[in-house]
């Protein structure tokens, strides 16, 4: 992963994304604006406006596109979609007989994603992330925080989506934030701290935390040790360069299965 430092594109990591402990400490989306039905943000709700640099591969470009679809909102925006994979420039557009289904550019004419953020903000120092949400009049990053882009096209383009079911209804809110929290810590940002741990501790920290949820709750202490590492294993569950752990291997094996701990929660 790299990330633009002072504009500038670097193929490093940013530190604070790593704890002294070697946590995965996710840094928050830097771009917060939003597109309104009324035009108060600056950024009205218009057909033809804005412009989506996604991913088909990253589950919160998903969540966006999934949004356009139920809203019926496909036609109100361009969207580019990226080559999978994070290369050597991060997100890179282009037409790749690969993939077929990925995309140039077509609006900013942009190679690598960097050069959206660099030319919104030519200091930016962060993360280079998809979705990105673009307004094409300002040439301005919108926001680039799925949770938030979805909630805008759930609730602002009245009159220009062709459906208008509300799916975040007020009676709702509360019990659909609280499942998201639940989703967003223990699954979409858990895999990432399981993923990006710098050490066999915060990996094992990790896991156990997760792990306790899928199985039902294993508060065997031994799961989260050596004796589960597997480096050949298939069933590796994410690539953490420090180790390797089989989901399999743990959850199957008689020391968790035994210490499990019935669970009335419904497990992911
Ligand atoms: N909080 C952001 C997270 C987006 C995110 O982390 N996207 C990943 C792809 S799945 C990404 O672009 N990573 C590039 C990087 O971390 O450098 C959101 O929900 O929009």
């Known amino acids: 992963m790299?990330?633009?430092i002072e504009g500038h594109w670097r193929e490093e990591e940013l530190p604070q994304e790593t704890s002294?402990?070697?946590?995965?400490?996710?840094?928050?989306?830097?771009?917060?604006?939003?597109?309104?039905?009324?035009?108060?943000?600056?950024?009205?709700?218009?057909?033809?406006?804005y412009h989506l640099y996604v991913a088909w591969n990253c589950p919160w470009a998903h969540r966006v596109l999934i949004f356009l679809a139920l809203k019926k909102l496909e036609r109100a925006f361009s969207v580019a979609y990226a080559i999978p994979g994070l290369r050597e420039h991060g997100w890179t557009f282009e037409?790749?007989?690969?993939?077929?289904?990925?995309?140039?550019?077509?609006?900013?004419?942009?190679?690598?994603?960097?050069?959206?953020?660099?030319?919104?903000?030519?200091?930016?120092?962060?993360?280079?992330?998809?979705?990105?949400?673009?307004?094409?009049?300002?040439r301005r990053i919108v926001n680039n925080?799925?949770?938030?882009?979805?909630?805008?096209?759930?609730?602002?383009?009245?009159?220009i989506a062709g459906d208008d079911t509300d799916f975040y209804p007020a009676a709702l809110r509360a019990e659909i934030d609280r499942i998201n929290d639940f989703v967003y810590t223990k699954i979409n940002?858990?895999?990432?701290?399981?993923?990006?741990?710098?050490?066999?501790e915060a990996y094992n920290a990790a896991w156990a935390i997760r792990r306790r949820r899928r199985t039902g709750g294993c508060f065997q202490p031994s799961c989260a040790s050596t004796s589960h590492i597997s480096r050949s294993s298939a069933a590796t569950a994410s690539a953490?360069?420090?180790?390797?752990?089989?989901?399999?291997?743990?959850a199957s094996s008689t020391a968790c299965r035994a210490s499990r701990r019935p669970s009335s929660r419904a497990t992911t």
Not at 30 to 46: H, L, M, W
Not at 101 to 127: I, M, W
Not at 189 to 198: D, E, I, L, S
Request: charged content about 25%; aromatic content about 10%.
């Open 2 to 4: 790299g990330a633009l």
């Open 95 to 138: 037409r790749n007989a690969e993939f077929p289904d990925c995309t140039p550019d077509e609006v900013n004419g942009f190679r690598f994603l960097h050069q959206a953020y660099a030319a919104a903000s030519p200091r930016y120092t962060g993360k280079v992330t998809v979705p990105t949400l673009w307004d094409r009049k300002t």
């Open 145 to 159: 925080e799925s949770s938030e882009i979805i909630r805008m096209l759930n609730s602002e383009f009245k009159g």
């Open 240 to 250: 953490s360069p420090t180790s390797r752990i089989s989901a399999a291997t743990c």
């Open 189 to 200: 940002n858990g895999v990432y701290r399981c993923g990006f741990a710098k050490s066999q």
């Open 20 to 49: 002294a402990r070697g946590e995965f400490a996710r840094i928050d989306s830097a771009f917060r604006d939003r597109i309104t039905a009324d035009g108060s943000s600056g950024y009205p709700a218009e057909a033809g406006r």
